[in-house]
Structures are given as structure tokens and as C-alpha cells.
């Protein structure tokens, strides 16, 4: 009889050391499990902020080097029959600059431009200076402090710019612009036409202009804009 206790008793022994071996084990590869999950938690937190902020720099020095690279352009013109219109609009599309029209508040009639009647609307103007102020719908651009080039395209009216644009020339600081002058005509050149707008604005760095004939392609137009270098 104590012989059969002691068997059991040794059992008994047996069959705990092994549970608790059992248990043992499983504790240790639970946190083992636990461990391994952590650690690649943490490394995959670790290399989503490495993504997150090599995406963050890519995107700031994107964005630098964009401001950097691109200065804006602005295109004023006035157009009294649609050629000065057409060579803004190719000048535009080449620079990617945005445009703004001079409206005279009167706009000008076939009439009016009929150089050859000396009762004409710019007749009388030519031969009166005190005319020649005409009243624009606006001068003013918005953001205009923002760009860095200007160009100002008009017809030659008399060897000179179209004097709808002085109003605009006058009522505008051109301080640290680059201000590039254009025209159009049948026949006229340039002339002077651009230093005078100079002396009439008094500010900004005013570049040697460009006369475009009547039926300027816009081929010839890019050329003349790929030749200005504009940032």
C-alpha cells in the first residue's frame, strides 16, 4: 500500500513538472511573439516617418526650385484693329505670361482711324497733343508688384506708340521691372517709340523693343521671345 502511494505521489510529480514545462514554454513563445511584433511595428513606424519626411523635403525643394526657376510675365497691349492682339497673344503663349488689355473707355471706330481724313478722330489727336489723353477702362493690373517682366505692345500711330497706352505708362511704377517694348505696322519701325515710353514712366530697366509687320507669324514671334532669354 505505501509502495502504490509512492507511485502515485511520483505520478503526480511527473505530470506537474511537465504542465508547468508545458506552460513555460508557451509564456516564453508568447513573448517571443509579442517581442518579434513589436520590433517589426516599431521598424515599419520607423521607416513610414523616413518616407514621410523624405516625401516632405522632395516636395519643398520641388516647390523651390519652382519659385526659383519661374519669374511671371506680363503682356499689356493695345490693339486698335486686331495685329498687336494677335503677336500679345503668341507672346503670351510663348512665356506662359498672362495678358491685359488696354480698353480706350471710347473705343476707336473704323472712322476714327482713317489717317487719311484729317477730320479724323486720330487725326485731330495727332494734331492736337491735349487729345491724345484718352481714358482707359483700367490701368490697373492685379498683383501687378508680382511681375518681373513686362512687355508693352502697341501700333505705331505716327512714328510713335499709339497714345492709348500712355495713360497705363503713367498711372504704373515700373520700379525693379524689366520692361521690354513691341509693335506692330505696315510699314513704320520702331523708332522711338519705346524711349519715349521710358522718359514718360521715369522707373524700371527698359530693353531695346521689337517691331513686328501687320502679318507677323507666330513663328517669327517665338523666335523673337526664345531670343529674350526671360527667366
Same mark, same amino acid.
Do not use: P, V
Given at each position: 500500500m505505501k509502495k502504490h502511494i509512492n507511485w502515485m505521489l511520483l505520478a503526480i510529480c511527473i505530470l506537474a513538472g511537465v504542465l508547468l514545462t508545458g506552460c513555460g514554454s508557451n509564456n516564453s513563445d508568447k513573448q517571443s511573439s509579442e517581442t518579434a511584433q513589436n520590433t517589426e511595428t516599431e521598424q515599419e513606424s520607423s521607416e513610414k516617418e523616413k518616407s514621410d519626411e523624405a516625401e516632405?523635403?522632395?516636395t519643398e525643394a520641388s516647390e523651390q526650385d519652382s519659385t526659383e526657376e519661374t519669374s511671371k510675365v506680363l503682356v499689356v497691349y493695345y490693339s486698335a484693329t486686331g495685329n498687336t492682339k494677335a503677336v500679345a497673344n503668341y507672346i503670351a503663349d510663348a512665356t506662359g505670361g498672362d495678358l491685359f488689355e488696354l480698353e480706350p473707355v471710347e473705343p476707336y471706330t473704323d472712322e476714327d482711324l482713317n489717317y487719311n481724313d484729317p477730320d479724323s478722330r486720330v487725326s485731330r489727336e495727332h494734331?492736337?497733343?491735349s487729345l491724345r489723353d484718352v481714358e482707359l477702362v483700367s490701368t490697373t493690373v492685379d498683383n501687378f508688384g508680382e511681375y518681373d517682366e513686362i512687355l508693352i505692345g502697341y501700333p505705331v500711330w505716327w512714328q510713335v506708340s499709339a497714345w492709348p497706352v500712355n495713360q497705363f505708362i503713367q498711372n504704373n511704377d515700373f520700379t525693379g521691372k524689366t520692361v521690354i517694348p513691341f509693335c506692330t505696322s505696315a510699314s513704320s519701325g520702331l523708332g522711338d517709340s519705346g524711349k519715349l515710353l521710358e522718359e514718360m514712366a521715369g522707373t524700371g530697366d527698359w530693353?531695346?523693343?521689337k517691331r513686328? +509687320? +501687320?502679318s507677323a507669324s507666330e513663328e517669327e514671334v517665338q523666335d523673337w521671345v526664345?531670343?529674350?532669354n526671360l527667366n
Open positions: 516632405t523635403t522632395a494734331d492736337d497733343e530693353q531695346e523693343g513686328f +509687320s +501687320s526664345k531670343s529674350l
